[in-house]
Nanobody, 123 residues
């Protein structure tokens, strides 16, 4: 069974950094597009970043450009989201999602989702 597990969330002060991990089991991530999403209390889920399976440039939401970096380590079957210069408005539950041979565009659908990891940015 293909599963995704996020980790790395926590409490951090504004300006701090966190690295989220999305580890897959049950299949290799080589042929999957991976997206990171977040949902804050009372708000709709929003896409944060996405990376396709082979080649191409990652995409980022305008709100995180220049601060977040998505990367994948196929040898570890893991995708990361490095988050720097964190702001209170980054506080949310962060989810990773995977789609086999998927694409990264606003209407893309992702079939597999992790359980989420909480990120809280507060002093």
């Amino acid at each position: 069974q293909f599963q995704l597990v996020e980790s790395g969330g926590g409490l951090v002060q504004p300006g701090g950094s966190l690295r989220l991990s999305c580890a897959a089991s049950g299949d290799t991530l080589d042929d999957y597009a991976i997206g990171w999403f977040r949902q804050a209390p009372g708000k709709e889920r929003e896409g944060v970043s996405c990376i396709i399976s082979r080649g191409g440039s990652p995409v980022y939401a305008d709100s995180v450009k220049g601060r977040f970096t998505i990367s994948r380590d196929n040898a570890k079957n893991t995708v990361y989201l490095q988050m720097n210069s964190l702001k209170p408005e980054d506080t949310a539950v962060y989810y990773c999602a995977a789609e086999f041979m998927g694409l990264c565009h606003p209407s893309a659908a992702f079939a597999s989702w992790g359980q989420g990891t909480q990120v809280t940015v507060s002093s």
